[in-house]
């Protein structure tokens, strides 16, 4: 089975601009969740889908949104970024939602200029 | 609301050596326990979870985690160290039934000939 996939892998904006990241989930699993990982803050939850549906969501500003298509792949987009965002933002994938079963994909690392 | 602690930021060793990460959590009510590996570029692998049952779990990798629920700890267990060990390792919690990890900030093992 594959596993988790994010793309792309890397990324450079400049302030001010949006981007959106892909996250497609191992076959079968409908549940996304989204984490954040810099430096200084280390792992943050944004947010977790479940059939195209937030169930969850993290404590970071209305810049952050995300959403889940009928085929469970999930985006995250990020308006108006701010410098520390740079990051490396991380996608999991869980056949129910349940925290115990969550797989990792690779992350997309995120350098905003 | 639950929280990790993990008080080393970082763990020297040589190899072949036995070594402890430790782990620390607070949370008012029953948790799921993890300990996750990440390699440099990549995402998050799962290296064992306490659900329930005998509070010593065994993982991949030769590791192992004690769950101790008087002292509130989950503290990471190899006998015997390779460079390949060489990463940094994550403890994260979440409430049972959730869908949310809640991570430490990360202990960064080094292992040297």
């Known amino acids: 089975k594959a596993g988790v996939t994010q793309t792309p892998r890397y990324l450079i904006k400049t302030r001010g601009q949006q981007v959106t990241l892909s996250c497609s989930p191992i076959?079968?699993?409908?549940?996304v969740s989204w984490y954040q990982q810099t430096p200084g803050q280390g792992l943050q939850f944004l947010f977790e889908?479940?059939?195209?549906?937030?169930?969850n969501k993290g404590n970071f500003p209305g810049r952050f949104s995300g959403r889940q298509f009928s085929n469970s792949r999930s985006e995250m987009n990020v308006s108006t970024l701010e410098l520390g965002d740079s990051a490396l933002y991380l996608c999991?994938?869980?056949?129910?939602?349940?925290?115990?079963?969550?797989?990792f994909g690779p992350g997309t690392r995120l350098t905003v200029t | 609301a639950q929280s990790v602690t993990q008080l080393d930021s970082q763990v020297p060793v040589f190899e072949e050596a036995p070594v402890e990460l430790r782990c620390n959590y607070s949370?008012?009510?029953?948790?799921?326990l993890f300990w996750y590996v990440q390699y440099p570029n990549q995402g998050l692998q799962l290296l064992l979870k306490?659900?329930?049952?005998?509070?010593l779990v065994k993982g991949i990798n030769g590791f192992e985690a004690e769950f101790n629920k008087s002292q509130t700890s989950f503290h990471l267990r190899k006998p015997s160290v390779h460079i390949s060990d060489t990463a940094e390792y994550f403890c994260a919690v979440s409430v049972i039934g959730g869908n949310k990890l809640t991570f430490g900030t990360g202990t960064q093992l080094k292992v040297e000939l």
């Open positions: 306490y659900l329930s049952g005998s509070t």
């Open positions: 076959s079968g699993h409908r549940s």
């Open positions: 949370s008012s009510v029953s948790v799921y």
């Open positions: 999991a994938s869980s056949v129910a939602g349940q925290s115990y079963e969550q797989y």
């Open positions: 889908y479940f059939s195209e549906t937030q169930r």
